[in-house]
């Protein structure tokens, strides 16, 4: 541990292998997996069609550099161009990078258009994007960006609650950027009437609308895209997290007359778009974006939310149950209860993570059963009556 930097808290816990919502300790003790590895593993671990992509391709190709056309890299970006609506993909490496990628866009498409003083982007409080410094510019946490100034020049942070927050979207945006749901903010859905007038000033003021669906994308609302639900028609959307069940890989799709942006040389990434992280992504979208498999989630989803709202009560102090699909936040309303619930869910061998505005996050993989459901709450139950005792 000593060989390692201090960035990470880490639990005394040591994985050595997983199995559908099951991960397992070197003792072979089980834990039921409801982090996913904060949302990657959303078809379980070790799942048989993504195991068999990546040996195959693996003994195949696994990387050939952008130099070159790669026939699973545009596979992959015609299913994610289908479900956006007709776009076009870059592809890289994880969240942080999507973002990036998406606020360099923005930028440089309103360059393109001779729009020179558009370049700043209005994000909001809450919202979390990543750790690099464009991104963290639009992750408006002290505790994130502490020590770490000069961030980049151009963000402008506005408070979702307030209706005159929108004024700061005006004829020096280049774009806006949201989550839908704020997960690491504490699994927030955003207010719809908001998020309506946010895009129709966006679209009034010629800014360009970029959803962060990094964590609620790949069905884990219950549509592919959780902006979908809010009715809107984003200009960008970025990805990663679920997108290739753990393979590092992010993606940024948008409409075509922005995309045309990035001309050849202008952006880049030496690993984006490999072909061993198309192989497991190929598998993702065509697993998660089936009809049949969105519905199931809503459906699962809705077994959960119910029986959190049961646990609600439970909880000393009561909470309140948020979020969508399996993407739920449980939110005690006494403070420091969050980090109790979650340190006794680890000893009880139920795997959770508390995120801000002390929630206790629920991100199960998106394949989990009723029956997981029934055996999480049993180990809940003992854990909420540890916290209580
Ligand atoms: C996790 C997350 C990111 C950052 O992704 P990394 O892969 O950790 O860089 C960005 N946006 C959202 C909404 C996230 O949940």
């Not at 397992?24 to 003790?29: F, G, T, V």
């Not at 945006?173 to 946010?198: C, H, N, S």
Request: include cysteine; hydrophobic fraction near 45%.
């Amino acid at each position: 541990m000593d060989a390692l930097m201090p960035n990470y808290r880490r639990y005394p816990v040591r994985m050595v292998r997983g199995r559908g919502v099951y991960l397992y300790d070197e003792a072979e003790r089980d834990y039921l997996d409801f982090t996913s590895g904060i949302g990657v593993t959303a078809l379980g671990h070790a799942h048989p069609a993504v195991t068999a992509a990546l040996s195959e391709q693996a003994g195949r190709l696994v990387h050939c550099s952008n130099l070159y056309e790669i026939p699973v890299q545009e596979a992959v970006a015609e299913r994610l161009s289908l479900l956006f609506g007709g776009g076009r993909a870059f592809f890289c490496n994880s969240g942080a990078e999507a973002n990036e990628a998406a606020l360099k866009l923005a930028r440089r498409y309103q360059y393109r258009r001779g729009q020179t003083d558009r370049t700043e982007w209005v994000a909001l409080e809450g919202g979390f994007h990543g750790r690099t410094f464009g991104a963290l510019s639009v992750t408006p946490r002290p505790a994130y960006q502490e020590g770490f100034t000069p961030l980049v020049p151009g963000a402008r942070i506005i408070d979702p609650a307030d209706p005159a927050a929108l004024d700061a979207v005006g004829p020096r945006t280049a774009g806006v950027l949201i989550e839908v749901i704020q997960g690491e903010g504490g699994v927030r859905p955003l207010d719809p009437g908001f998020v309506r007038a946010l895009a129709e000033k966006a679209r009034a003021e010629g800014a360009l609308l970029m959803v962060d669906e990094v964590q609620t994308g790949m069905g884990r609302t219950g549509r592919f895209f959780a902006y979908e639900h809010y009715g809107l028609d984003p200009d960008v959307v970025t990805m990663a997290k679920a997108l290739a069940n753990g393979v590092p890989v992010g993606a940024v799709i948008a409409r075509p007359e922005v995309a045309e942006a990035f001309s050849p040389g202008s952006h880049g990434s030496t690993f984006g778009g490999n072909p061993l992280a198309m192989a497991a992504a190929q598998v993702v979208i065509d697993t998660v974006s089936a009809p049949e498999f969105l519905a199931r989630v809503e459906q699962v989803g809705g077994i959960l939310r119910e029986r959190l709202q049961a646990v609600a009560a439970r909880v000393p102090g009561g909470a309140v149950v948020r979020g969508r699909g399996l993407m739920w936040g449980l939110r005690p309303h006494a403070a420091g209860v969050a980090e109790k619930i979650v340190a006794a869910a680890l000893e009880e061998r139920l795997l959770l993570t508390a995120v801000g505005d002390q929630t206790v996050r629920f991100l199960p993989p998106l394949i989990v059963t009723p029956a997981d459901i029934d055996a999480a709450m049993t180990r809940l139950d003992r854990a909420l009556a540890k916290v209580a005792a």
